[in-house]
């Protein structure tokens, strides 16, 4: 079956640190997402994806970065990593014209 | 922009209650609209998505949801709340311009009550 991981589940880093997360969707779709889930805050749209090389800030793009090689991956660079994003990240994809978005499982990070 | 306003970021029914969970959103018709339901610990999971055509939109475990366009709402319903249904909730839009790209509510938590 086709699916969306993310790769840590789980991480704890430090203030300053570069941390990446791994985005991994077989499910062929173009466009791919990464959200951030804050309580209270909902969902908010951090960088997307409509296709390799194609990448566009989302509502709260600041100190994040992501890269689209392929269709499968969209990992997300913190750059110098804060405290203020700490947070559970979700990256998405959909498939173009169906308006369907599947979610991965998250990834809990803490940045202390 | 679209924006979504999910009305009660907590809602509390007893098992058997009608659950009405309440979204809003901006003006202009989106081309689409949904309720994904996320369980602990977990990403989130289409409940149901309406595009175009019939405003009553019926989705899985026994949800449905009305599209009124006077109203800019798209509410969410189920007759009869079950425990297993307790998770929260997010209405999502499309984005006007660009349907491949969507905009969430802030999420309401679902209690059931035995």
């Known amino acids: 079956d086709a699916e969306i991981t993310q790769s840590p589940r789980h991480k704890i880093t430090e203030t300053g640190r570069q941390v990446t997360l791994a985005c991994h969707q077989t499910?062929?779709?173009?466009?791919m997402f990464w959200y951030r889930q804050d309580l209270g805050h909902g969902l908010r749209l951090i960088h997307y994806?409509?296709?390799?090389?194609?990448?566009n800030k989302g509502e709260v793009s600041d100190g994040y970065s992501v890269s689209r090689s392929n269709t499968e991956d969209l990992p997300l660079t913190l750059e110098s990593a804060a405290s203020s994003q700490t947070s559970v990240y979700f990256c998405?994809?959909?498939?173009?014209?169906?308006?369907?978005?599947?979610f991965g499982p998250g990834t809990r990070l803490t940045v202390l | 922009a679209q924006s979504v306003t999910q009305l009660g970021s907590h809602v509390s029914v007893s098992e058997g209650a009608l659950v009405l969970l309440r979204c809003n959103y901006s003006s202009s018709v989106p081309p689409y609209l949904f309720w994904y339901v996320q369980y602990p610990n977990q990403g989130l999971q289409l409940l149901l998505k309406y595009t175009t055509g019939a405003t009553l939109v019926k989705g899985i475990n026994g949800f449905e949801a009305e599209f009124k366009k006077s109203e800019t709402s798209f509410h969410l319903t189920k007759p009869s709340a079950h425990m297993s249904d307790a998770a929260e909730y997010f209405c999502?839009?499309?984005?006007?311009?660009?349907?491949?790209?969507?905009?969430f509510g802030s999420g309401t938590k679902l209690n059931v009550k035995p």
């Open positions: 999502a839009v499309s984005d006007g311009d660009n349907f491949n790209k969507f905009y």
């Open positions: 994806s409509y296709g390799v090389q194609d990448t």
């Open positions: 499910w062929n779709h173009n466009n």
């Open positions: 998405a994809s959909s498939e173009s014209g169906t308006g369907i978005v599947y």
